[in-house]
T-cell receptor, first 113, second 113 residues
Framework: NAGVMQNPRHLVRRRGQEARLRCSPM?????VYWYRQLPEEGLKFMVY????????ESGMPKERFSAEFPKEGPSILRIQQVVRGDSAAYFC???????????FGQGTRLTVV | EDKVVQSPLSLVVHEGDTVTLNCSYE??????LLWYKQEKKAPTFLFMLTSSGIEKKSGRLSSILDKKELFSILNITATQTGDSAIYLCAVEALGTGGFKTIFGAGTRLFVKA
């Protein structure tokens, strides 16, 4: 059973471009969470999704950020018109049920130049 | 506002020392407290605590929760250089749209040989 898979591991984008981060949860997990870790800061919750539904997006910036978890395929975190402040590590985690421990992917390190 | 505060922010010890990491929280509708270890990759799960006063143990690591005083400690005995990492405390609470997870900023532990 493969763990949570995120790709790409490293992503470099110029200001104004779009960044698409992918997360494939562990087999049997239908709950996906996205977190952002800024340099020298802790993990910050962004969004919680179940298959085809956004359950809680209270941590998502109101503009430029969106997330989806389609019926088939990985969860996608999309950042439009990236700015330097978006540079961070983005972690995805999955769990089989809400309220159980989540397993993290290796993260995608986004660098905006 | 819900918050999780970890202390100390960083700690340097020698191999063989015992360390205690602290996590205090203020959240509405607490459900559980989790500890993670983060090295240069994704956080890995250590413990989930839901009940006061019951110690959880895994090898040289142990943790306990005090729901009255709203804190948890993570103990590491006979530390080794491989224990060097960021230790993250997270609290799961009932929020808008369901449960949400709030992370502390982490404690950076460095164990010297």
């Amino acid at each position: 059973n493969a763990g949570v898979m995120q790709n790409p591991r490293h992503l470099v984008r110029r200001r104004g471009q779009e960044a698409r981060l992918r997360c494939s949860p562990m087999k049997g997990h239908s709950h996906v969470y996205w977190y952002r870790q800024l340099p020298e800061e802790g993990l910050k919750f962004m969004v919680y999704l179940q298959k085809e539904n956004i359950i809680d997006e209270s941590g998502m910036p109101k503009e430029r950020f969106s997330a989806e978890f389609p019926k088939e395929g990985p969860s996608i975190l999309r950042i439009q018109q990236v700015v330097r402040g978006d540079s961070a590590a983005y972690f995805c985690a999955s769990s089989p049920n809400r309220g159980t421990e989540a397993f993290f992917g290796q993260g995608t390190r986004l660098t905006v130049v | 506002e819900d918050k999780v505060v970890q202390s100390p922010l960083s700690l340097v010890v020698h191999e063989g020392d015992t360390v205690t990491l602290n996590c205090s929280y203020e959240v509405t509708n607490f459900r559980s407290l989790l500890w993670y270890k983060q090295e240069k990759k994704a956080p890995t799960f250590l413990f989930m605590l839901t009940s006061s006063g019951i110690e959880k143990k895994s090898g040289r690591l142990s943790s306990i929760l005090d729901k009255k005083e709203l804190f948890s400690i993570l103990n590491i005995t006979a530390t080794q250089t491989g224990d060097s990492a960021i230790y993250l405390c997270a609290v799961e609470a009932l929020g808008t749209g369901g449960f949400k997870t709030i992370f502390g900023a982490g404690t950076r532990l460095f164990v010297k040989a």
